[in-house]
């Protein structure tokens, strides 16, 4: 039997617990979710905010937001660029309308932009007054919408955002290091980025568990999967 791995996407939830530095939370979420158009396997899917921090943490959250722009990658000053594919776009657009149907508020984005230049672009979109019946909460998105739930407790949100049936990716802020490990610990997922958005290196296992795949690439354990292990047994 030919051996291995298998990386098949997730649906990155980002925590911001009440003791998170709300700034630095703010900025990685931008490069978590934004980068390549939200267009990565390990892009922050879903954010959970908790209740007595939401309202701060979407201004500021909103504000880095606007500060993006939109445009042809070769463009002086251009930030942010366009999806892959037509169809990609249209899956946006289609959770877009769904979540708005199911009650989301658009605070920014939320349509195609008008531009010079020929390309399947999309505005950052940011939904509030979001639920767990948005299609966000159970189908990966690909693209540039980041709904932004509430939450009260810890107990509550671990249990929410271990519902999906992938686990590839997981962030989350805080400053209590008791919570750091027992949020790490609980979270069904192969990575974890504790106040960072950022979890790839060449030096760290890259993988995930439940259906986002099987064994894992990069750091000293990604060559495992190519290899076998043979016993030899010498009497002397």
């Known amino acids: 039997m030919k051996r291995l791995s298998l990386e098949l996407g ?6 911001v617990f009440d003791d998170a530095d709300l700034d630095a939370a703010a900025e990685h979420l931008i ?3 934004f980068r390549n158009a939200g267009q990565t396997c390990v892009c922050a899917n879903r954010v959970y905010v908790h209740e007595s921090v939401y309202d701060e943490f979407v201004n500021k959250f909103v504000a880095r937001v606007k500060e993006l722009r939109v445009g042809h990658g070769l463009d002086e000053g251009t930030t942010f660029g366009p999806m892959i594919t037509e169809r990609g776009l249209l899956k946006v657009e289609d959770q877009l309308r769904r979540s708005v149907a199911a009650g989301a508020k658009v605070v920014i984005g939320g349509r195609r932009p008008t531009l010079n230049v020929q390309g399947h672009f999309f505005e950052p979109t940011v939904l509030t007054n979001v639920t767990d019946s948005v299609p966000m909460s159970c189908e990966e998105t690909f693209g540039p ?16 955002v271990n519902r999906v049936d992938v686990g590839l990716a997981g962030y989350f802020f805080s400053r209590d290091i008791g919570r750091v490990f027992r949020v790490a610990e609980a979270l069904e997922v192969g990575m974890v980025g504790v106040n960072t958005g950022s979890i790839s290196s060449e030096v760290s296992p890259f993988g995930g568990v439940k259906e986002s795949g099987t064994g894992r690439e990069g750091s000293k354990y990604g060559i495992d999967e190519y290899m076998n292990v043979k016993s030899i047994n010498i009497s002397l």
């Open 31 to 33: 490069g978590c979710k």
């Open 145 to 160: 919408l980041c709904p932004i739930y509430r939450f009260t407790t810890e107990e509550e949100v671990v249990e929410r």
């Open 10 to 15: 997730g649906n990155a939830p980002f925590i």
